[in-house]
Structure formats: C-alpha cells, structure tokens
C-alpha cells in the first residue's frame, strides 16, 4: 500500500487503482447505510432502487477494474473507463444520496472526494464545474426535501454544503493543476538529464544507473558496446556535421530493432553505444546484433551527392554477478577484439559470430 500511495505522486494510473478500491470500500459503507436506514424506516419502493444501484454499481466498476488492469495504458477502452470513472462517481452520487437520507445523509462528503478526482483530469475549469452541477443537485434535493419548511438550522447546513462545494471545487482544482503542473516539469528535467541531446537516446549517466540498479537487484541480462568503425575517418572527410548525422541515424537503427520491452539502448559516448538486453538465451540476442550489423552496413548515407556507408563492431556477454566496472571492463575487451579481427564483427564471451 506504502509503495501504492508513493507511486500515485507520479502515475495516473496508481491513483485510478485508489479510487477504483475507494469505489469498493465506498459501496460496502453505502450498503450498511441503507441496510441500517431501511430497518428502522422501511420503503419497498427504495429497496429496489438501491437493489438496482447496487447491481448497477458491481457491472460498472467490474467492467472498469478488468480495463483498468488488463487494457494497455492509452488504449481507448482504458481511457474511457478511467476518465469516465467521476461521470459513473457523479450519477451514483446522485442516485445514492435520496436514498440514504437526501441532505441528512451521512455518504455526502463522498461529493468532496468525487470533486477531487475530476479535478485531477480536468483541473480548476473541471472542478468548479463539478461543484456547480452537485450544488445543482444538492439544491434540487434540499427544496424537494423541506417542502416550504425552512428553519435557521436548515438553511445553515445548506449554505454551508454549498460553500464547501465551492471550495473544494476550486481550491482543489488549483492545488491539484500546480501539483501537475510541478510533476509534468519535473519530468521533463528529468528526461532531459536523462537523454543524449544528439541521437535522442538515454545517455551515459542512464546507462549507470540501469546498470547498477540491474546488477543490484539480480536481474539476468547481456550487455553490449557496439562502436562504428573508423569513425574519426568519417568526421576528417565528410565533416562533424555529416559525422553527428551518421550517429543520430545509427541512433535510430538500433533503438528501432531492439524492442523495447526487451532491452534498451544508450549512447555510451562518442561514437560508442551501449545496449542492455533481457534475453535468456545467447542466441536469440546474437540474431538482434546480427540484425543491427546488417542494417547499419546496408545503410547508405549520402554527402553532398557522395554515397558512402558505415560498419560496425560489437562485443556482448551476460552478465554474471561481476561489479558495473568489472562487467564492462569484460564486454570492452570483447569488442576490442572484434576491432583486432578487422571490424565489422561480433564478439560474444570471447567467440567470433
């Protein structure tokens, strides 16, 4: 729970996980409400109602859970479920209050709560919206409720409902618009210390910590540094500018082969790339290398009309239990010797592909 509650600072969908079980938790406390209520005042007419919400209830957040926790993030069902989560919220809401008491119902602050939610998607716009529709609603309710008769005592609650509604509407849409807002710019710095500005890839400091963190927590994986050949030569003929146009395209030849839930890709630094692959077996990572050698060296660039091609050399070896330093010093010898075998080579623990 303590890990779902951090991660909810930085994940939409953690914080649908909250709300989707406040859902359950919320229906439970309503069930006991109306049971308690219907004992002492029993009205047949609202037992079926409160059946039917009930039931209604369990079809819709049944279907949302299975979205929610089966459909890809950004998938239109997923989208639909989470964010149309606080419309189902609303027209229970106000289903469930007539029900349990109308304005003496002790489930309305559950309104506060379903503010704070819409305004997390739709923010301060979104949440004073929200708060004029069950300001609406709580009026309709209250005037249907007292039947003419106003008292002091009456009036006061309804101000103050009123006022409340107004207030976490707006300074809950305003709190949680800057908490957003604050969390969108912290990624953003955070991406951006995190990727080579050149190729776009993660850069050397990413690599570390992926490295660190992989070893550290036994994660089975291969490393790989993979270097273009005789690139120097490359920058003295065609230029830095054609040379810093071969290591964006390379960039985007190995980040397109490696899938991305099988490995990442990094710019080791110059013309050096480092790629951290979690796959078992030996083989199935010598066909991606052999994919990504094939691709670069069949790649044709083009210099003010002039086509040329590159190459380039790899060494990869698993990973078993050394140090960050240990490791690379490992697969650096590795591809060095594909250098010493002329180029255009991969090296694997030592044995020629």
């Known amino acids: 729970m303590k890990s779902l509650l951090k991660s909810a600072y930085q994940s939409y969908h953690a914080l649908e996980v909250i709300f989707s079980s406040?859902?359950?938790?919320?229906?439970?406390?309503?069930?006991?409400?109306?049971t308690v209520q219907y004992v002492e005042?029993?009205?047949?007419?609202?037992?079926?109602?409160?059946?039917a919400l009930v039931?209604?209830?369990?079809?819709?957040?049944?279907?949302?859970?299975?979205?929610?926790h089966r459909s890809p993030k950004g998938s239109r069902m997923y989208r639909i479920m989470t964010k149309g989560g606080p419309f189902f919220d609303f027209i229970a809401f106000c289903a469930l209050i007539p029900l349990t008491g109308g304005i003496d119902s002790p489930l309305f602050p559950v309104a506060y709560l379903i503010l704070l939610h819409i305004a997390v998607y739709w923010r301060f716009v979104g949440g004073m919206i929200a708060a004029i529709l069950f300001i609406s609603i709580y009026t309709i309710?209250?005037?249907?409720?007292?039947?003419?008769?106003?008292?002091?005592?009456?009036?006061?609650?309804?101000?103050?409902?009123?006022?409340?509604?107004?207030?976490?509407?707006?300074?809950?849409?305003?709190?949680?618009?800057?908490?957003?807002q604050h969390h969108t710019e912290k990624n953003v710095l955070a991406e951006a210390a995190n990727r080579d500005y050149l190729t776009?890839?993660?850069?050397?400091?990413?690599?570390?910590?992926?490295?660190?963190?992989?070893?550290?927590?036994?994660?089975?994986?291969?490393?790989?540094?993979?270097?273009?050949?005789?690139?120097?030569?490359?920058?003295?003929?065609?230029?830095?500018?054609?040379?810093?146009?071969?290591?964006?395209?390379?960039?985007?030849?190995?980040?397109?082969?490696?899938?991305?839930?099988q490995g990442k890709v990094f710019r080791y630094g110059g013309e050096?790339?480092?790629?951290?692959?979690?796959i078992y077996e030996q083989l199935e990572v010598n066909k991606l290398l052999?994919?990504?050698?094939?691709?670069?060296?069949?790649?044709?660039?083009?210099?003010?009309?002039e086509p040329f091609s590159v190459t380039m050399s790899f060494g990869s070896c698993k990973q078993n239990g050394e140090n960050p330093g240990q490791l690379i010093e490992k697969v650096d010898k590795l591809l060095y010797e594909a250098k010493d075998r002329g180029r255009n080579q991969i090296v694997h623990s030592y044995v020629k592909v």
């Open 200 to 261: 776009n890839l993660l850069n050397h400091r990413s690599f570390q910590e992926n490295l660190r963190n992989d070893l550290e927590y036994g994660v089975n994986f291969y490393l790989v540094l993979a270097d273009i050949d005789k690139f120097k030569s490359i920058n003295d003929k065609y230029g830095h500018v054609m040379g810093d146009n071969v290591l964006r395209q390379i960039g985007k030849i190995v980040n397109s082969i490696i899938p991305e839930k």
């Open 55 to 68: 039931v209604f209830g369990f079809i819709y957040m049944g279907t949302s859970d299975y979205y929610l």
């Open 290 to 305: 052999v994919e990504i050698k094939q691709s670069v060296s069949n790649h044709i660039f083009v210099c003010e009309g």
């Open 141 to 180: 309710i209250f005037f249907i409720q007292v039947s003419g008769v106003y008292s002091i005592k009456s009036l006061v609650l309804f101000l103050c409902q009123v006022f409340f509604l107004l207030l976490i509407g707006g300074l809950g849409g305003i709190i949680v618009s800057r908490e957003r």
């Open 41 to 51: 005042n029993p009205v047949y007419l609202k037992l079926n109602l409160f059946i």
């Open 22 to 34: 406040l859902r359950w938790f919320f229906l439970v406390i309503a069930i006991v409400v109306f």
């Open 272 to 278: 050096e790339f480092a790629i951290i692959v979690y």
